[in-house]
């Protein structure tokens, strides 16, 4: 996805949990605890059909700021308890995304890539392109 912004502007919008919030509405109502520094745990929740808390746990093994941040899946969280023993959360433990950002000449390529079973490859693969459009739209109207 090119994005017509310095990669700053692209960079900050797609963490800052405000922000985050916004270009992630299109995988359903989402958030992140914890943060994006490199060693640092972070969870990204939602809710489940039942209402209850789910999402994933990670660890950042890799921040080099408005160039790439690197994630290996540690777990999930399901109805709002850490689950890193089910056969669902070892299916997905260990994988990893990375999202990467270059600009040239003012306009910001981010590329994300999800290494894990072909299951969530696919699913992930349908999700990202709209989320990255939302995320094209906010940077692009508030520059």
Do not use: C
């Not at 797609?14 to 605890?33: C, D, I, K, Q």
């Not at 059909?49 to 408005?66: H, L, W």
């Amino acid at each position: 996805m090119t994005i017509n912004a310095p990669v700053q502007d692209v960079w900050t919008t797609m963490l800052n949990e405000a922000t985050y919030r916004e270009w992630t509405s299109v995988f359903g109502e989402s958030s992140y605890e914890g943060d994006w520094n490199q060693g640092s745990e972070i969870r990204f929740l939602g809710h489940d059909g039942d209402g209850s808390v789910a999402g994933m746990i990670a660890t950042v093994e890799e921040n080099r700021p408005n160039e790439l941040i690197s994630l290996r899946y540690t777990g999930q969280v399901v109805n709002g308890e850490d689950d890193t023993t089910s056969e669902a959360a070892k299916a997905f433990m260990g994988s990893h995304e990375k999202y990467a950002f270059s600009e040239f000449q003012g306009a910001t390529t981010v590329d994300v890539e999800l290494d894990s079973e072909d299951e969530f490859v696919a699913m992930f693969d349908d999700a990202w392109p709209p989320a990255l459009e939302k995320l094209k739209e906010i940077v692009e109207t508030r520059n």
